[in-house]
């Protein structure tokens, strides 16, 4: 036989061997079901968040205030809870309304102090915003330094002078 030839033949039975070759068939595979019953809870009574008691009742409701650093209007973190507090009480009573009252301590001028005032009351209506109040629920004023509760010059006075400070002016 001629080589060309003997090489082609060759080629061709490899070809139809490749072709022939059986796939390896793994075998599908059961999904695991989870056959522990289900746990039985028993329902707990959930708070009725238009009851207007909870307001004076609820430490998250009862608190009002949130302090802020020197020279910011960033809500700091141990108001977030409180502030969640509030905004579930406005989405759950749509006739509800606040005024959040800005406030800040005697350094600066009272111009400053009037827009950082407000710079930290629109920080928590934003809060109470994200968090289920509506914006005709929250008014924001600022009373800069001219509201304080602490009339020291030294920071820990100033420190209680920094804050927004949460008003129901509508419960229902």
Known sequence: MNTPIR????????????????????????????T???????PTQTENWTDPSLLESKPCLV???????????VVKSEAME???????WLASNPGAR???????????????????????GNAVRDLLLANGGRG?????????????????????CWGKNRRAEIVYTARQ
Do not use: W
């Open 98 to 120: 606040i005024s959040l009252e800005g406030h800040a301590d005697e350094r600066g001028t009272r111009e400053y102090n009037i827009g950082l005032g407000e710079r930290r």
């Open 36 to 42: 522990t019953p289900p746990v039985q809870t028993t």
């Open 7 to 34: 090489v082609l033949v060759i080629a061709l039975a490899i070809a139809g061997l490749a072709a022939c070759k059986s796939k390896e068939v793994k075998p599908v595979e059961e999904p695991v079901r989870d």
């Open 136 to 156: 005709e629920q929250v008014s924001v004023i600022s009373y800069g330094e001219e509201r304080p509760i602490c009339t020291d010059s030294e920071e820990s």
């Open 63 to 73: 608190s009002r205030v949130s302090y802020f650093d020197f020279d910011q209007s």
């Open 82 to 88: 409180m502030i969640r507090c509030h905004g579930k």
